[in-house]
């Protein structure tokens, strides 16, 4: 079996602003309960829901040639240290019907320790595959466990991690059994730069 067509990587949605000396409840969980510093922040959770236009609109394709719709979708465990990748894809998984903990809506492994386990179980698929981590992780754990598998042509290329900004996705498109990395703007919010 070859590994998945296309893998999508995003950064989860936007979270608490740093406010030294300042705390308050900037975050919310899905039901409007405190997150305690773990969950999206109301422009997080409006990008999370504004996610199901963007990869499985209704009845339609996605209007971003670039963009395809899911098949399967991970992201980092709810019960790490951050509930935000998992709270960001939960509205376009639930839009799909995948269940939490399927094999469609896999959520079994952790930030900052689990990527190449995650990556591994990723590339035993095939089809189109959607990521949802923390930025720091994507590159280079991500990446570089993904490259270490299948080449990604221009890795070399990508010399930055992953920027700190939550609208873009980053792209493998496998052609010849090697990857081919580009980006692209999710143009969801104001303020998502072109």
């Not at 979708?73 to 639930?94: D, F, G, M, W």
Request: glycine residues 8%; charged residues 15%; contains cysteine.
């Amino acid at each position: 079996m070859s590994p998945p067509s296309k893998i999508m990587i995003l950064r989860h949605g936007e979270k608490p602003p740093k406010h030294p000396g300042k705390t308050g409840p900037w975050d919310v969980q899905e039901d409007g309960s405190p997150g305690g510093g773990k969950s999206l922040i109301v422009p997080g959770w409006q990008r999370a829901g504004a996610l199901n236009s963007f990869f499985a609109p209704f009845k339609s394709t996605p209007a971003n040639p670039l963009i395809a719709k899911p098949d399967y979708i991970y992201a980092a465990s709810p019960n790490n240290e951050s509930q935000r990748p998992c709270e960001t894809v939960t509205p376009l998984a639930a839009w799909l019907g995948y269940a939490q903990g399927s094999a469609q809506f896999n959520v079994n492994y952790t930030i900052g320790g689990q990527e190449a386990q995650m990556v591994a179980s990723v590339l035993s698929l095939s089809g189109v595959v959607l990521i949802c981590w923390e930025h720091d992780n994507i590159m280079p754990n991500i990446m570089q466990a993904i490259n270490n598998k299948v080449t990604i042509t221009n890795y070399s290329k990508i010399t930055n991690p992953f920027p700190d900004v939550f609208y873009l996705v980053w792209l493998l498109d496998l052609n010849g059994g090697k990857y081919t990395w580009t980006s692209t703007n999710q143009n969801l919010m104001a303020g998502d730069a072109p």
